[in-house]
């Protein structure tokens, strides 16, 4: 006696299904840790800043700059992408400003710094103005998630231009 009959085109329709449900959730669950490893560099380089190894903030900022640039190429929509483009470029100038931080201590820390010194801050500071200029073009954001890490990405470009300023003062640039 039958009780339960399932032909081979029911198997297939309901594996496919059941890969598309997993590919779907697994290509969500991809974006969502790029982006959680994106912050998590973010914050390991201020972590190390504030322990005093502008080396180390380098080398995550870095690292959070690629994963910025691969969110911004998987992503379709182009408002989205622009606005991890920008915060590539950011990460990049903040990558910038703490190696010419570590280059300066590594030669002594005393000023005037050194040409290489203020070449990497000057790099720096277009960078961050560059990403500041695109991320105040981008506006009315679908998400909240989105919109407020674009007012947290605004903040840190305001913050990283005085930072910067600041830096090539001491420094004598």
Known sequence: M????IRPAWIGCLF???LGIA?????????????AEMDRLEQRAEDAIANG???GAALSMGKAAL???????????QKTRFLY?????????????YQALALFERAG??????KGVCEFLSHATEMVEKSQKDLKALVNFD?????VRHQRHIAKTKEWVGILQGLQQDFSC
Do not use: C, H
Not at 2 to 5: L, Q
Not at 23 to 35: D, K, P
Not at 67 to 77: C, P, T, V, Y
Not at 109 to 114: C, F, T, Y
């Open 53 to 55: 190894d502008p080396e």
């Open 67 to 77: 994963m910025a640039a691969l969110i911004a190429k998987n992503e379709e929509s």
């Open 143 to 147: 998400t909240e998630s989105l919109r």
């Open 85 to 97: 483009q920008a915060a590539e470029t950011l990460f990049r100038g903040q990558e910038q400003g």
């Open 16 to 18: 496919f299904i059941v």
């Open 109 to 114: 820390g005393q000023p005037p710094a050194s």
């Open 23 to 35: 590919w779907g959730e697994n290509g969500y669950t991809q974006v969502v840790g790029e982006l």
């Open 2 to 5: 039958k009780i339960f009959s």
